[in-house]
């Protein structure tokens, strides 16, 4: 663990309660699954607090093997440790009710994730919008880019965005990790997210950036952030971390099984 190690920030995987979504490209399945320690989680949050602290992350950012509002409690006492930082959820959404906005607004949440694959995930949003702005928090859609949204209109897809009040998007590519485990769920990815259709999306949409958009930072790992109409706009090549420059990566994975790791795909990159 270098002294100058940096990332842009802290990605907590809670113990996995299973899903109540069965997306096709599920990252979960590819990656593998591992046994629970939150006893081990609890014991070096501490450190693990005072390594992103040293490493000048921005933000904690709850994700899951599974969906993390299944693991509500968890989620519960680990948002209290790192209260500090700016916190962010990403879930499908499916539990986004208004007990579950309360509970996440009380718990010191910042920003709501939605990751949407569909029309019908998309109509499914508004009232969650609503419900997060309304306590104070940002909703952020993580659109991910595989079946047909890879034929939406760019244009359409942000005004829509606009529209119901979405303040960060994010356009994310679905692929298959180097080594995936679950073979099915890397052929329906190699079929329905192909390389040829994610670039004519792209294209499309940094031609509207170009001409739309404002250019307002650039993050550490090389992504930009573009303001449109006021919605913050980005796009991410990747959606698994497997390697990095080894000073500066985009997140410290502290993993469900109680350690700290640069990577999701592979047991060696733990640091303690």
């Known amino acids: 663990m270098g002294k100058d ?27 593998g699954y591992m046994e629970s320690d939150f006893w081990l989680m609890l014991k070096n949050a501490k450190k693990v607090r005072k390594i992103a602290e040293a490493a000048e ?6 994700t899951g093997k599974g969906e993390p509002l ?11 440790e790192f209260r500090d930082f700016p916190l962010e959820l990403q879930t499908n959404g499916l539990l986004l009710d208004e007990s579950a906005l309360n509970a ?13 694959d569909s029309a019908d995930d998309f ?31 760019a244009c359409d897809v942000i005004h829509n965005f606009i529209d119901l009040g979405v303040r ?31 670039n004519k999306f792209i294209t499309t949409l940094t031609e509207m950036l170009g001409r739309s958009g404002k250019l307002i930072r650039t993050l550490n790992n090389g992504m930009q952030v573009w303001d449109v109409g006021g919605l913050s706009v980005m796009h991410s090549e990747y959606c698994v971390q497997e390697r990095d420059r080894g000073d500066d990566i985009r997140s410290l994975v502290f993993q469900e099984d109680g350690h700290l ?12």
């Open 261 to 272: 790791y640069t990577s999701w795909n592979s047991s060696a990159s733990v640091l303690f």
């Open 57 to 62: 992350v921005t933000s904690v950012l709850f």
């Open 70 to 80: 299944l693991s509500f409690d968890e989620l519960r006492e680990l948002a209290s």
């Open 5 to 31: 190690l940096k990332a842009e920030n802290l990605t907590i995987s809670l113990p996995n309660r299973g899903c109540n979504k069965n997306c096709p490209y599920c990252v979960s399945r590819m990656t």
């Open 104 to 116: 996440l607004c009380v718990m010191g949440m910042n920003v709501v994730a939605i990751s949407v």
């Open 123 to 153: 109509a499914s949003c508004a009232p969650k919008i609503k419900g997060i702005v309304s306590r104070g928090m940002i909703p952020r859609i993580t659109l991910n880019l595989a079946g047909g949204i890879l034929t939406w209109s």
């Open 168 to 198: 960060q998007a994010t356009f994310r590519r679905i692929v298959s990790p180097e080594d995936p485990k679950h073979e099915a769920t890397a052929k329906w990815i190699e079929k329905n997210a192909p390389l040829e259709a994610y």
